[in-house]
């Protein structure tokens, strides 16, 4: 491993995780870097969640989108 890890507690920690990550990535590696690099991918992860949160979408745009999707209509009951 290239050094320890933390969890990333900044923007310029989680920019250098992503940098070590496609590195990784770029070269064959062996054990001691795919060990690293799920550490990565969890620190990434949590950072990403913390960070940058992914809001619940509207219910209703939700059943929409996924019906649009499936090629469903609505049919109404009158």
């Known amino acids: ?3 320890n890890r933390t ?3 900044s923007e310029q920690e989680y920019e250098s995780a992503l940098q070590r990550l496609d590195e990784i990535f770029d070269v064959e590696s062996g054990l001691d870097e795919d060990k690293e690099a799920d550490l990565l991918v969890l620190l990434i992860e949590k950072y990403e969640e913390d ?3 992914i809001p619940d979408p509207d219910p209703v745009e ?3 989108f996924i019906m ?3 090629s469903l209509k609505y049919l109404s009951k009158h």
């Open 51 to 53: 960070n940058y949160p």
């Open 7 to 9: 969890v990333l507690k």
């Open 1 to 3: 491993m290239k050094k």
């Open 62 to 64: 939700a059943i929409k």
């Open 68 to 70: 649009e999707q499936k």
